[in-house]
């Protein structure tokens, strides 16, 4: 995108308060441009795929949303954007199971029958019960009557909102209830306010309880992220644009007021109005610049601090939920401290922020959320999809060192699953695929401060502060969570609220009246207020810098031959140490061949902990980059790749089991690097490695794996050979069932993973579903496209040669496309320049819109569920079968 100034609004963010902003302002039919720097919508309401399941980053379910014949705030909100009708909805059948020392209970949706319920379960309490749910009542009639998300400055017709106005949860809770279980149970819905229950507003904790009991709670078809592609949807169709890939590094600034952005690409887009949704911390410090943020709203934001975060173990399970006596879709475990049943769990946020409880169990409860229960869809046939989370804060993780940071998270991830196992016995045994998110990741794919999920944690206390969605320049505008707190509802209302201010603005033609109106707010109570330092965000750029730099400089440090055909190339950084990486993962090297701008991802072949990376390339008889590499790359030169990447490799936590290695061709190179590893280290289990080749001289590392094996007994490595010469006494054939079986012996207590080209994975695949060997035991890494894809399963039959017309609508280039390559080849010699990461199909960086046309798409694309429906490709592995319209996004 060149300079322009076509657009009256910019967003930047495609949060759900950013793209609820620009829906709004789209249809209102302003013109609106969505920047966003990563390659998919939605900040935390998003997907990703690990192996076949596709997990929610952080929608555990939705309420507000309601019925046909009663509908709530949100279902009202996003039916008059257009946006309801775009999605189904699947109804959560109970509010939640409440697991504490000496109860269990799981309480019902409804105020009346949670009312009836708890009166019968605790008969003693019934009058204290209806009390409460008397008081829940009028103040929910009052917060309906004032309107979502604002607060009245008379609260003279508000009786019931007086009354509990600047009271915290902990005391009215204590006072209302005298049996602390019961009052415990009560208190769960404010664990999702990320502060100590005395800290907690009760009258926002009634707004949250309320609404859920009054309107139920939902999971969306296609999950989060069918959600916010409906957001991108309904803004394209109203006009407006969204672009991805396309972060913002500046926003522009003259006397006070906005005039647009500096795109990360170096593009200028001019325009009177910005809506943040990136965190107003980030966005003065970092897009604006500490000089043009008047000292004012420094100093505001100098009196607030980071929410809390989330650590999220996902789990993809190889059996229904049923089978492990898991029917609620969620559970809240809270402490085992028998002797401590009390609200007053100030102590222990105060122990999790200073790192005194950071390295045993939580310090708080543990909300299990179990997807499956209330969609059989949800997750693959026979299988169940959950997750396990627990409060915590990014100032804690962000005092790690880099190889700290993963030993912690896994060692609470243990602890995780182990609490879990309280009411899901045998747990442990039935996880097929899982990760880790913690504050750090919430930081490295929003940006979010602190990697909150709540926005700043003082929104939603006793004594709120709370931003304005004003901002202190003219033309600045905030939204999402760090304007009303988090969760999609009160999200989605900041974003009303920042588009009705923006409409209200530019209807009234320029003018900082508005914005001097919330300085004269605010100021007054900022005298003793001290400057916003940024030390904080300064910490969190380092160690993400260091953590996940992007994109890194490499210089050749030797060529070392491995084969006739093969040959390992030494990378050391240009500058600072290299990012630390696991066995098994990759980087993709960025090269321009013939004036061609492409990339390919090779898996480092060194074991982790050494001063350089080893990628080991072969030579493909119709090889692009091979060649280039092999030929043209000497010691000396500089290369730009990504920082490592990929989830191929040894989870401690869930292959608890001998391993058994598949590889072909250039498939060693990831279990050379685990293999070195395991020389040095000792594994703690038996390693076996079964590698086929076409003949013995295109073995790589030969002499080391045999050394190897030697050296260590609990390695064991099996060469094959396809075609051997004469005289070969080793393996001969392929790696098929028979084979397996005659080395492997027993497959019962293994895990095999698979590397190699695509035509291996289908040989293998059908060998260890011959061998009856479970999914949950097998873990695959193909090794590019398919060589010839016409061999795929489903290919409509047309030859490989074939050539079709495409168009890319954003460059407005036409090019011809074969049949037989992947269409991401054709597009970069059209000087197309496309995202890739892994070129598998698994990343999603490539991730293109497919307006018209046909593509065949092979079953191992990982694409999500709302980007296949939506009309998205991976380019990296889609194959036109007919003329082709694209546009990237």
């Known amino acids: 995108m060149s300079d322009s100034s076509d657009f009256e609004v910019i967003v930047i963010g495609s949060g759900i308060g950013g793209l609820t902003a620009a829906a709004a302002l789209s249809k209102a039919g302003r013109k609106v441009l969505v920047l966003e720097r990563h390659n998919i919508p939605g900040g935390y309401a998003q997907t990703f795929v690990r192996g076949r399941f596709e997990f929610d980053v952080a929608l555990h379910w939705l309420s507000g949303i309601g019925t046909p014949e009663k509908p709530g705030p949100l279902g009202l909100l996003l039916g008059g954007l257009g946006i309801a009708q775009k999605l189904s909805f699947i109804p959560i059948r109970e509010f939640l199971r409440c697991v504490i020392p000496g109860l269990d209970i799981t309480m019902p949706f409804g105020i009346e029958e949670n009312e009836s319920f708890l009166s019968t379960r605790f008969p003693k309490e019934a009058g204290e019960i209806k009390h409460f749910f008397g008081v829940m009542r009028s103040l929910a009639a009052e917060m309906q009557a004032v309107g979502p998300g604002r607060q009245p400055v008379d609260l003279t017709p508000y009786p019931t909102l007086r009354t509990y106005q600047g009271r915290n949860l902990a005391d009215v809770l204590t006072e209302m209830i005298s049996n602390e279980r019961l009052r415990l149970a009560l208190a769960q819905p404010g664990n999702y306010f990320s502060q100590p229950y005395p800290l907690i507003s009760f009258n926002d904790y009634i707004f949250v309880f309320s ?153 708080l409860g543990v909300a299990i959320a179990n997807y499956s229960a209330s969609d059989p869809d949800y997750a693959p046939p026979g299988t169940t999809m959950m997750s396990i989370s ?48 913690t504050p750090l990741t919430n930081i490295r794919y929003t940006g979010n401060y602190g990697g909150s999920f709540v926005g700043f944690g003082e929104t939603r206390t006793i004594d709120p502060k709370r931003i304005n969605t ?11 969570s760090w304007v009303n707190g988090g969760a999609i509802p009160v999200c989605t209302m900041s974003g009303m609220m920042a588009a009705m201010a923006v409409m209200e603005d530019l209807s009234r033609g320029s003018g900082r009246e508005p914005f001097e109106q919330v300085k004269a707010l605010v100021e007054p109570g900022l005298k003793d207020a001290g400057e916003l330092t940024g030390a904080g965000l300064r910490r969190e750029k380092a160690l993400m810098t260091t953590l996940h730099p992007g994109r890194i400089k490499l210089k050749v440090l030797e060529t070392i031959e491995e084969t006739s055909s093969c040959r390992t190339l030494r990378l050391e950084p240009v500058e600072g140490n290299l990012p630390l990486f696991k066995a098994g993962q990759f980087i993709n090297l960025f090269v321009l061949v013939d004036g061609i701008a492409t990339s390919r991802p090779y898996t480092i072949s060194s074991p982790p902990g050494r001063s350089y990376y080893d990628i080991t390339v072969r030579r493909k008889p119709d090889g692009f980059v091979s060649h280039y590499l092999l030929d043209r790359v000497k010691a000396g030169d500089v290369l730009t790749a990504t920082e490592p990447a990929g989830v191929f490799l040894s989870n401690t936590l869930v292959n608890r089991t001998d391993m058994v290695f598949l590889a072909g061709g250039s498939g060693i190179t990831p279990f050379a690097s685990f293999l070195r590893q395991a020389v040095e280290n000792r594994p703690a289990f038996a390693v076996q490695l079964i590698y086929g080749s076409r003949s013995p001289e295109d073995v790589i590392f030969q002499e080391e794996l045999t050394e190897m094996q030697r050296r260590n007994p609990a390695v064991k490595v099996d060469l094959v050979i396809s075609d051997p010469p004469a005289g070969w006494k080793g393996h001969k054939g392929f790696i098929d069932a028979e084979l397996i079986h005659s080395l492997v012996g027993s497959t019962e207590g293994k895990t095999f993973f698979v590397a190699g080209p695509p035509e291996m994975h289908r040989l293998v695949d059908h060998a260890l579903k011959t061998l009856k060997v479970p999914a949950r035991r097998i873990k695959k890494e193909p090794f590019g496209p398919s060589a010839d894809v016409t061999l795929e399963k489903g290919w409509p039959g047309i030859s490989k040669r074939d050539e079709f017309k495409c168009m890319e609508d954003r460059t407005g280039k036409t090019f011809t496309a074969a049949a037989g390559d992947p269409l991401i080849v054709s597009m970069e010699k059209a000087g197309i320049v496309v995202p890739a990461q892994c070129r598998v199909g698994r990343c999603s960086a490539c991730r293109t819109r497919l307006i018209s046309g046909d593509v065949f798409i092979p079953a191992y694309d990982a694409r999500r569920w709302a980007d296949a429906r939506a009309g998205y490709i991976h380019p990296c592995v889609s194959y036109p079968i007919g003329n082709l319209h694209i546009k990237l996004p």
């Not at 182990?418 to 442990?428: F, N, S, T």
């Open 390 to 437: 627990t409060g915590t804060y990014g100032s804690t993780w962000l005092g790690l060192s880099p190889s700290e940071y993963d030993a912690t998270k896994r060692a609470l991830a243990e602890q995780l699953i182990g609490r879990a196992e309280r009411v899901v016995p045998g747990l442990r045994d039935h996880i097929e695929e899982m990760e880790i998110g």
């Open 211 to 363: 609404m859920f009991l009054n309107y139920g709670a939902v999971l969306i078809k296609g999950k989060a992220q069918a959600l916010s592609q409906a957001f991108v949807d309904v803004i394209e169709e109203c006009g407006g644009t969204v672009r991805f890939n396309k972060g913002v590094s500046r926003i522009l600034v003259k006397d006070g007021s906005v005039r647009g952005v500096l795109a990360e690409d170096g593009s200028k887009i001019h325009c009177p109005c910005v809506v943040s949704n990136a965190d107003p911390i980030n966005t003065c410090l970092q897009l604006i610049g500490r000089d043009a943020v008047p000292l004012w709203y420094l100093k505001q934001l100098s009196t607030l601090t980071a929410g809390g975060g989330v650590m999220s173990v996902y789990l993809g399970l190889d059996c229904p939920n049923e089978r492990l006596g898991l029917f609620n879709h969620t559970t809240f475990l809270m402490r085992e401290d028998k002797g401590d049943l009390s609200l007053n769990n100030a102590k222990a946020f105060d122990m999790l922020k200073s790192g005194e409880a950071f390295t045993s169990l939580p310090a």
């Open 470 to 480: 004003r901002g202190p320049l003219e033309g600045l505008y905030f939204t999402g």
